[in-house]
């Protein structure tokens, strides 16, 4: 699924089957090492743009960067770039917050996602000067977690509810189109890929490894041998 907002010569073009953003056929994702898709394509200008179908900052800044497109420039400020891996971020109220609870995609399907991503690219195209944002929590950060059972010692979140995985980060985190596997310490990083390759190997599943995270696609497979319904 995908669809595409254009401005004179520059293409933005949303698609459902990318996990980061593609430029010249060439695909940028976050990966083990950590390295953000900001610093990756920070020298990349072009006219046409493919990204995940989402608000996430991680991808839409960088796309707009590399199409010339202006935004305000808190979104190059290095905390708030960084704050993909830095869980703490989000313990405080910022503006990057209220974004977010204006324009997040992170719960809503793919087929309802577009209407949400256009205001969210408007709003940041048109406000390069001032950010008509107040410094606010992330409203889910204020929500109660929801513990749906263990697997190898891990906690198992319904990603729905809450944030957990912002909270504590460590656990496996079911949303509505991944399941995430994570520890917010260096030192257990490993333990997640062991648990990713051990989970990748009973479900037939392959999944993309991220700094001390992995994803899966949410599956009936995989979902049914954590014992989920």
Same mark, same amino acid.
């Given at each position: 699924?995908?669809?595409?907002?254009?401005?004179?010569?520059?293409? %933005?073009?949303?698609?459902?089957?990318?996990?980061?953003?593609?430029?010249?056929?060439?695909?940028?994702?976050?990966? #083990?090492?950590?390295?953000?898709?900001?610093?990756?394509?920070? +020298?990349?200008?072009?006219?046409?743009?493919? %990204? *995940?179908? =989402?608000?996430?900052? +991680?991808t839409l800044i960088p796309a707009l960067r590399s199409l010339g497109i202006p935004?305000? +420039?808190?979104?190059?400020?290095?905390?708030?770039?960084?704050?993909?891996?830095?869980?703490?971020?989000?313990?405080?109220? +910022?503006?990057?917050?209220?974004?977010?609870?204006?324009?997040?995609?992170?719960? %809503?399907?793919? *087929?309802?996602?577009? @209407?949400?991503?256009?205001?969210?690219?408007?709003?940041?195209?048109?406000?390069?000067? /001032?950010?008509?944002? *107040?410094?606010?929590?992330?409203?889910?950060?204020?929500?109660?977690? #929801?513990?749906?059972?263990?697997?190898?010692?891990?906690?198992?979140?319904?990603?729905?509810?809450?944030?957990?995985?912002?909270?504590?980060?460590?656990?496996? /985190?079911?949303? =509505?189109?991944?399941?995430?596997?994570?520890?917010?310490?260096?030192?257990y990083e490993s333990d997640v890929y062991e648990l990713a390759e051990l989970l990748?190997?009973?479900?037939?599943? =392959?999944?993309? *490894?991220?700094?001390?995270?992995?994803?899966?696609?949410?599956? @009936?497979? %995989?979902?049914?041998?954590?014992?989920?319904?």
């Amino acid at each position: 699924m995908q669809f595409e907002i254009s401005q004179p010569s520059k293409r %933005l073009i949303f698609n459902s089957d990318l996990r980061g953003l593609r430029v010249n056929g060439i695909e940028y994702v976050s990966g #083990k090492d950590g390295v953000l898709i900001y610093d990756q394509t920070m +020298s990349l200008r072009t006219d046409e743009v493919e %990204l *995940q179908m =989402s608000t996430n900052t +991680s991808t839409l800044i960088p796309a707009l960067r590399s199409l010339g497109i202006p935004y305000n +420039s808190y979104f190059d400020e290095r905390p708030v770039v960084e704050s993909q891996n830095d869980i703490t971020f989000y313990w405080n109220p +910022s503006k990057l917050a209220a974004f977010y609870n204006r324009f997040s995609t992170d719960e %809503l399907d793919y *087929q309802d996602r577009e @209407p949400v991503i256009r205001r969210a690219v408007d709003f940041l195209s048109s406000n390069t000067d /001032h950010l008509p944002l *107040q410094e606010e929590f992330l409203a889910r950060m204020l929500e109660p977690c #929801k513990l749906l059972g263990f697997y190898q010692g891990f906690p198992i979140f319904d990603g729905s509810v809450g944030f957990a995985k912002l909270q504590s980060r460590l656990g496996i /985190h079911i949303d =509505s189109e991944t399941i995430m596997v994570s520890t917010p310490l260096d030192r257990y990083e490993s333990d997640v890929y062991e648990l990713a390759e051990l989970l990748s190997k009973e479900a037939g599943l =392959s999944y993309s *490894q991220k700094k001390n995270r992995v994803l899966f696609p949410k599956d @009936p497979k %995989l979902l049914e041998l954590l014992g989920v319904e």
